[in-house]
């Protein structure tokens, strides 16, 4: 038998024809391998979410509802499932506590679809813009086996993590760009307000001017003459590059290139590798199959190389392989290389789930020092930066200054 129909279709949508040839989809079933996971034989399994179409997974737009208040929500939860409290009444209550009015309409629908007789995951199931197939996958598990309050724990504790790593990488570009902004203003309005009225004087005395004055003269004059232009060309090419990741044809090549990136590359690396580890150790750990774990990582992941080597992966599970073999017959050149021995431990011992969920945890500490170091090494960059561009401005306007009082004493 063939893959089902909608993970075809899926790989259709989202990888090119020349990569899809490649792949061992004719080789790959339904059956599942039988390969156990870290869960005793009678865990139930979960059948993989429904398929988002692919206009949402390619343009997957802001939904409206903050990171933060999924994760608020998935612990209050975590707490009110290990008391008497229902489902209905605690999506009630979460309801009228939430400051999020989108969020708000979602809580309010999952509870009345859930009075008319839907489980829980079905209800979140409906607005995968907010609760993907790793989340509903794992609140699945936790209905059927009885330990939904374990399931929001799991979550909760991930969310967590992510939440805290989202904050380090945020707060490491805040320092540059915010820098890189000033000082971007401040040349701008000396160009624009301050070199223009001194033109006139330096030409009146016949000052032969610098070609730095020069240069800030010259756009000045641009600015002035056809600044709209300049600022919606800006703005223009701002939305072209946050759209090039969206679509297919473009997205491949730009996660490729970002994986070559000197240094940053290496950070990339490790934040994939740790987003791997941890979604797929998670759902083993809830007692999802390893084929249905890895098509699940594969619908939520987003980077074009790591889904090509998740089909690999899924294809080596199906044919009765183990993850380290395929590691190991394969150069997943993008992932650590650390990776293929703790897989092949975590197999051999039964603790695959731990290790992966240990290896994320030691990923993202990788993570979190390179950016530390960004943030260190970036400082004086930035002062060397800050301090070329104020003595670009400062040579600018002193030196015909200077030109200036010269000619006047001759």
Known sequence: MKL???????????????????????????????????????????????????????????????????????????????????????????????????????ILKMSEDIKNGKSLSDAMSKHPQVFDAFYTNIIAVGETSGTLDQSFS??????????????????????????LIAVGGVGTGVSIFVLPKLLDLFSGFGVQLPWTTKLLIA?????????????????????????????????????????????????????????????????????IPINSALVITLKITTNYVIQFYIIYLLGATEKGKSLSEEFNSHNFKHFPKIMTKMIAIGEKTGNLSDTLLYLSDFFEEEVNDQVRNISTLLEPIMLLIIGGLVAFIALAIISPLYQLTGSVGN
């Open 4 to 106: 089902p129909a909608w993970l075809i279709s899926f790989l259709a949508s989202n990888l090119p024809f020349d990569i899809l040839a490649k792949l061992p989809i004719n080789q790959l079933s339904e059956k599942s391998d039988n390969k156990p996971s870290d869960k005793p034989a009678d865990q139930p399994s979960v059948k993989p979410a429904k398929q988002q179409s692919k206009l949402s997974f390619q343009l997957p737009f802001f939904s409206g509802v903050r990171f933060i208040d999924k994760l608020l929500f998935t612990k209050h939860l975590s707490m009110m499932t290990k008391s008497d409290t229902t489902i209905n009444e605690a999506l009630i209550i979460l309801a009228s506590l939430t400051e999020s009015r989108p969020f708000r309409k979602i």
């Open 154 to 179: 799991y979550l909760s504790k991930q969310l967590a993590k992510e939440y805290s790593f989202r904050k380090i990488v945020q707060g490491a570009m805040i320092y540059p760009v915010i820098v």
């Open 219 to 287: 756009f000045a004059h641009l600015m002035q003459n056809d600044g709209f232009i300049v600022i919606n060309g800006i703005i223009a090419l701002v939305i072209v590059l946050r759209a090039l990741p969206k679509f297919r044809l473009t997205k491949r090549y730009i996660d490729r290139f970002f994986f070559e990136i000197p240094y940053f590359g290496k950070i990339v690396e490790n934040t994939q590798a740790t987003i791997f580890c941890r979604n797929l150790g998670t759902l083993l750990k809830s007692g």
